[in-house]
């Protein structure tokens, strides 16, 4: 199945400190459990790389019960139900979520608390958010970061397409040493331009005495017409010329399935970036795009308050 949104867990997550102090991480192993989430499920990470969703769900809902007073803290990451929470299971609802946290009036002041920063009298988009989609406040915050990466993705690719074909060979090459290929050295990559030195469109030198390189090839496509197989066997043979091992074609558009593999199969090892991937990167390295803003996720350090 998949992973419990976090108002699901909120009754769960109530029920299993029924019967004194738990301890966070033991619900959240007895919950997967009780989910029969898979290996999967269980290890799939947040975008930060240092909580998996799940636990990072459990405590989210934790937290939100804790904000209507049916649970309180005992120590570092150990919880327990309050008295109002036995009085909830006594004659439990079948689902706990925002809706029903509103009837309690601690609840109502943290949500008024939190929405006075953005509007009076009114909830922000942020809770609005949540309560309409269930997914917790940093999920929110996140999907629509990605969302923003996406439409400035299309965006770069529209901007790439649109200018000349050498802007496209140089921008391939000042990536690959923004991802430190060929080290710190600005001359060890290059771009060859209309000269197209034997199929290839750029080289970068891995070492100081350029001993080792890789040779690049660069498609500016617009979307829709795929790099097929023919031109990957093209880049093959220019790669046997230079009597090098490895090579990396990118396009702004997509491989056929024949390309793919067709590069999978051949004897050198032949990278293959499309314009999805492409975007990505320049948006990760920084290469034709900046920072405008940074938003900062912070949680409570526990050690600090033992």
Known sequence: MAIPDFQTLMLP??????????????VVQLLADKFQ??????????????????????????????KAGLVELTKRAHFK???????VLAIPPE?????????????????????????????????????ASHMTPDEIIRKAHAELDDDLSIDLLTRVIAAPPEFFERLVVQLLLAMGYGGSAGEAGRALGKSGDGGVDGVI????????????????????NKVGSGAIR???????????????FVTTSTFSPSARET???????????????????????????????????????????E
């Open 205 to 224: 030198d891995q070492d100081a005495l350029g001993l080792d390189r890789i040779y690049v090839q660069a498609k500016r496509y617009s979307d829709g």
């Open 81 to 87: 139900i309050t008295d109002r929470g036995r009085d």
């Open 95 to 131: 689902r706990i979520d925002i809706r029903f946290l509103e009837k309690f009036p601690e609840f109502v002041q943290f949500r008024e608390a939190s929405n006075s920063i953005d509007s009076v009298g009114k909830d922000s988009p942020v809770a609005e958010a949540v309560q």
């Open 13 to 26: 997550v109530l029920r299993s400190s029924e019967l004194g102090e738990v301890k966070i991480s033991d």
């Open 37 to 66: 989430l898979t290996d999967e499920e269980r290890s799939e990470l947040l975008p930060s790389g240092k909580q998996t969703t799940f636990a990072n769900r459990v405590h989210w809902a934790k937290s939100y019960l804790g």
């Open 263 to 305: 590069a999978d199969f051949l004897s050198k090892r032949i990278v293959l970036i499309d314009g999805r991937q492409l975007a990505k990167l320049m948006i990760r390295y920084n290469v034709g795009c900046r920072v405008e803003e940074t938003i900062q996720l912070k949680k409570v350090d526990e050690e600090y308050f």
């Open 234 to 248: 093209d880049f093959f043979g220019s790669l046997d010329r230079f009597k090098a091992a490895k090579g990396l």
